[in-house]
């Protein structure tokens, strides 16, 4: 599992892992756009179902920009994760630089109120090297 999904961390019996790869294919180096598409593995090993709410981002640059993205849901979904179970999605991240990181939290609920927050391990964003 560690070697499909480098980073990982948990936060009250719930467990984020992630896998990044850089997209040469959608990056435009020209127009100083680089992108990457980013694998979530979220599992609950907790006794009882939780519910993920809402997603907060800090998206690093190279330079020390910073981007806050906060939302609702993962790609379109609040998924209910049951005990022993896991939900996976996949998304994507631009940088205007060919480096950068992000790391963050997700809203999630567990079978009686309050929210609690999941941390998501920081990861690099890092174009790959060419070897001349």
Same mark, same amino acid.
């Given at each position: 599992m560690e070697s499909f999904f480098p980073f990982a961390e948990t936060t009250d019996g719930v467990t984020v892992r992630v896998t990044v790869t850089f997209l040469p294919e959608q990056s435009d180096i020209d127009s100083h756009r680089w992108f990457w598409a980013y694998h979530i593995r979220i599992e609950n090993h907790r006794d009882t179902p939780v519910q993920l709410l809402t997603r907060?981002?800090?998206?690093?640059? +190279?330079?020390?920009?910073?981007?806050?993205?906060?939302? /609702?849901? &993962?790609? !379109?979904? +609040?998924?209910?994760?049951?005990?022993?179970?896991?939900? /996976?999605? &996949?998304? !994507?991240?631009?940088?205007?630089t060919p480096s950068g990181s992000m790391e963050g939290y997700?809203?999630?609920?567990g079978s009686t109120p309050p929210v609690f927050e999941v941390r998501i391990p920081h990861f690099p964003l890092t174009e790959p090297t060419v070897e001349q």
């Open positions: 907060h981002w800090r998206i690093n640059d +190279q330079h020390g920009g910073l981007q806050m993205v906060d939302g /609702d849901g &993962v790609v !379109g979904e +609040q998924p209910i994760i049951q005990p022993g179970k896991s939900h /996976d999605y &996949v998304s !994507g991240c631009p940088l205007n997700f809203g999630m609920v």
